[in-house]
């Protein structure tokens, strides 16, 4: 536990927690939406602080990122905790779910953590992922100022729904986003996550105006968020705001949780999928496998410069600068 960043003590012994658009006012003893920042005694805590609930080395390929050190492995860590309610989420065993109440949860320094980075010469960086890691924002902060000191790359996977100003302070030492862009109706978000849509477009915004690498990922719901006139408006304010090269996910889902929705068909994702190509030049599929979606096309001379079978990822087609071997032009 430590004292939690982002935070205004208020009267009565309330709190008002100002990490994420939610601003969660907090009695004493009580924590916000998230379920790990608590109020004690009028002051604000992070209760997940050095407790991990999976540490591991993955393919980058599986934050999603296909365009940051593609075939590398990074080793990827989280905790407990989430800003969102999402009712189709698919790490909810964790994301939805207290310190207290998640009995799995094991103790790590972060000089553990450093060390278990630095022992694999083969690792990038550190991923921070599988529950939402803004709720863990003051140890993901320590871990990442640290590994930037050691040359390792910083990644966190995330839904985008936080305030400007952590962002701001955290996105000095972040090398890589991927963001999850869940719809694009306030309504949907609202109504199926507890939260709002346009904080999250402000937050992938402002990465990519950093500079930062950034990818996109749209988890497709059968019935839900699979209109596509409504698919067809996001793709284009990507493509208008962020850019045509943005690298976007169209993602397979499959019922959990609270939702018993189908699973998302093979037509309805190889129709959005020919939508979002219109406009964006780097379209993938995940959660399927498919004859297409998978492999990277220069967008310049569109020939073959990655090949991608699974996790196993095959780069000849691009120099050690992320260039196209057949015509120079920078794609990673």
């Known amino acids: 536990m430590k004292p939690a960043l982002y935070s205004e003590k208020l009267t009565e012994n309330k709190v008002q927690c100002k990490l994420c658009p939610h601003n969660c006012k907090i009695n004493d003893g009580k924590t916000g939406i998230c379920l790990v920042r608590k109020n004690i005694n009028g002051e604000l805590f992070s209760e997940n602080y050095g407790k991990v609930c999976s540490i591991a080395f993955d393919p980058i390929e599986k934050k999603p990122l296909y365009h940051f050190y593609p075939g590398s492995i990074i080793l990827s860590i989280g905790s407990v905790g989430c800003n969102l309610k999402c009712k189709f989420c698919q790490n909810w065993e964790i994301s939805q779910t207290s310190v207290k109440n998640y009995p799995y949860l094991k103790d790590y320094s ?5 060390n278990i980075a630095l022992e694999n ?3 990038t ?26 040359k390792l790359k910083n990644v966190i996977v995330t839904n985008g729904f936080i305030n400007k100003e952590p962002l701001k302070e955290i996105i000095n030492y972040m090398d890589a986003f991927s963001v999850d862009l ?11 996550t507890s939260s709002k849509l346009e904080p999250v477009k402000e937050t992938i915004k402002f990465i990519k105006g950093s500079g930062k690498h950034l990818e996109l990922t749209n988890l497709v719901i059968t019935d839900l968020n699979d209109n596509e006139q409504t698919f067809s408006k996001m793709i284009d304010w ?4 962020i850019g045509k090269n943005t690298v976007f996910h169209i993602s397979r889902y499959y019922p959990t949780y609270k939702m018993n929705n189908p699973a998302t068909s093979k037509s309805t994702l190889l129709k959005l999928y020919e939508i979002a ?20 096309f220069c967008e310049n001379c ?9 996790y ?14 057949y015509c120079k032009q920078k794609i990673m």
Do not use: H
């Not at 869940?182 to 199926?192: G, I, P, S, V």
């Not at 990507?238 to 705001?241: D, L, M, N, P, S």
């Not at 196993?312 to 071997?325: H, I, N, P």
């Open 277 to 296: 190509k219109k406009k964006l030049n780097y379209v993938y599929l995940g959660n399927i496998r498919t004859g297409e979606g998978q492999n990277t």
């Open 125 to 150: 960086g550190i991923a921070y992922t599988y529950n939402e890691p803004t709720v863990w924002y003051e140890f993901m902060l320590d871990i990442a100022k640290q590994a930037k000191k050691n």
């Open 182 to 192: 869940k719809a694009f109706t306030e309504e949907f978000y609202q109504k199926y």
């Open 312 to 325: 196993f990822t095959d780069s000849k087609g691009l120099d050690d600068e992320g260039c196209c071997v």
């Open 121 to 123: 010469k083969q690792n």
């Open 110 to 114: 972060l000089t553990e953590i450093l």
């Open 238 to 241: 990507i493509a208008g705001e």
């Open 302 to 310: 569109r020939n073959l410069v990655v090949t991608r079978e699974g």
